[in-house]
């Protein structure tokens, strides 16, 4: 099965850098996915990790290490329509021997930035 | 190039009603894949289809079924609508489920059902 682990909440101030664990164990793994979501609205992809190491766009990073089932988000210079759910997904075959893949999501990380 | 559309945007039910629910992926996607999101249980996969066939399905009831055309849109129905399943009905489209990057999934505006 698959089991992917994020707090529930979290709060940062306006202009500081906050950090988002996500934990995961997937029977196999073809990269990780960061979502956003802001209240009422779908999710819009930030950033996808395959290989271990860090990943910059801007403001935002996202970093895996396979080995450890492990990845973190981190934002910069946080502004206030920086709150939003963020979601972990890792893409995973959908089942053992199967030529295509499934995203399982955890449940995502409500992030408040206050002033 | 336009984006997921999903229609309608909200819609009202009750208990014991079926409803069917519409996206249409981005131009050149091929694969649809639904999901229903609910506060307590986050986003849950229902099914994925690609070229028109169901390839994988998620955990829920017979009720949840869903088909794709040969333009790739999609539709999902459920059955006999019971109260817990008002939620936000989500689909996201790609390019091919067979991995890699240019398989990022990216997700239309959402249906949100009430059941009453």
């Known amino acids: 099965g698959q089991n992917i682990d994020q707090p529930t909440e979290m709060t940062a101030t306006e202009g500081a850098i906050v950090q988002i664990n996500c934990t995961y164990q997937t029977s196999g793994f073809n990269g990780l996915f960061w979502y956003q979501q802001h209240a009422g609205e779908a999710p819009t992809f930030l950033s996808y990790?395959?290989?271990?190491g860090l990943e910059e766009k801007g403001r935002f990073s996202s970093f895996l290490s396979r080995s450890k089932g492990y990845s973190y988000l981190l934002l910069k210079e946080l502004q206030m329509k920086d709150s939003a759910s963020y979601l972990c997904a890792v893409r995973a075959p959908a089942y053992s021997g199967a030529g295509s893949y499934q995203l399982t999501f955890g449940k995502g990380t409500k992030l408040s930035v206050i002033p | 190039k336009a984006g997921v559309t999903q229609t309608p945007r909200y819609l009202i039910k009750t208990r014991g009603q079926q409803v069917t629910l519409s996206c249409s992926p981005i131009s050149g996607h091929r694969s649809v894949s639904w999901y229903q999101q609910t506060p307590g249980q986050g986003l849950q996969f229902l099914f994925e289809y690609f070229s028109e066939t169901q390839r994988n399905k998620g955990n829920f009831p017979g009720r949840f079924s869903g088909r794709q055309f040969s333009n790739s849109r999609s539709e999902m129905n459920v059955s006999t609508l019971e109260l817990g399943d008002s939620a936000l009905y989500l689909c996201a489209s790609s390019w091919t489920t067979s991995g890699g990057g240019s398989d990022t999934q990216y997700f239309g505006p959402g249906t949100r059902l009430t059941v009453l």
């Open positions: 990790n395959v290989l271990d």
